[in-house]
């Protein structure tokens, strides 16, 4: 799996207060006119493309919100999920699960003593991709990118970055 083709740019918007009453209105009627976009949550606007999130900037420019651009991971359906998923992501309207790409550390483990490595990096995941097959992507906050490291050379694994 390759998992550079799930990350989704995106856009997190500032919606100021004290704007004129239908002002967000005309601005979500002209972004649906306009953009295409891939999913939503919240003042986060996310594109499936960066031609798509040219567009989706556009009309955000043109109403003067501020906006911050980012990267995020959509979670394939057969992912495990961790317990502290929801502080590096979040889960769309769309039942879509996403992760902030700047905050997180992706790999796979090869080699060595696999499963006992596996059993702690499963301390630390956020979330676990294909995690049946014989070598799963791993995915942990980012401050623990040494760790992970560390565990794989101690139960002789060989470590590729995933992302």
Not at 126 to 137: H, K, M, Q
Request: glycine share 4%; proline share 4%; aromatic share 12%.
């Amino acid at each position: 799996m390759e998992l550079a083709s799930y990350v989704r740019p995106a856009v997190s918007i500032d919606v100021q207060e004290g704007k004129r009453p239908g002002y967000y209105a005309q601005f979500v009627k002209e972004l649906a006119s306009n953009a295409r976009l891939y999913d939503r949550d919240k003042d986060l606007l996310i594109a499936e493309n960066l031609d798509q999130l040219q567009d989706i900037r556009q009309v955000v420019e043109r109403y003067h919100f501020p906006y911050e651009p980012m990267q995020l991971l959509e979670l394939p359906e057969n992912s495990d999920l961790g317990r502290y998923l929801d502080d590096y992501g979040f889960t769309a309207r769309s039942d879509r699960t996403y992760m902030y790409a700047d905050q997180i550390y992706a790999f796979r483990l090869f080699g060595g003593d696999v499963k006992q490595a596996e059993l702690q990096v499963d301390e630390y995941m956020l979330a676990a991709i294909e995690r049946e097959a014989s070598s799963p992507t791993w995915i942990v906050p980012a401050e623990h990118c040494e760790l992970m490291q560390g565990i794989s050379r101690a139960y002789g694994c060989s470590l590729v970055a995933a992302l």
